[in-house]
């Protein structure tokens, strides 16, 4: 399954990430997405 967590580098995103990881779902392709603001 490809996913795209928008908002990767912030809290929300932070967590979602963390329970995709935890819970082993099924991800082919992971897609984070941040603003410009949030490069580096």
Request: glycine fraction near 10%; avoid cysteine; hydrophobic fraction near 50%.
């Amino acid at each position: 399954m490809k996913i795209a967590v928008v908002g990767a580098t912030g809290m929300v995103g932070e967590v979602m990430l963390k329970v995709l990881a935890e819970r082993n779902f099924p991800i082919t392709e992971l897609i984070p997405v941040a603003s410009e603001k949030s490069v580096g």
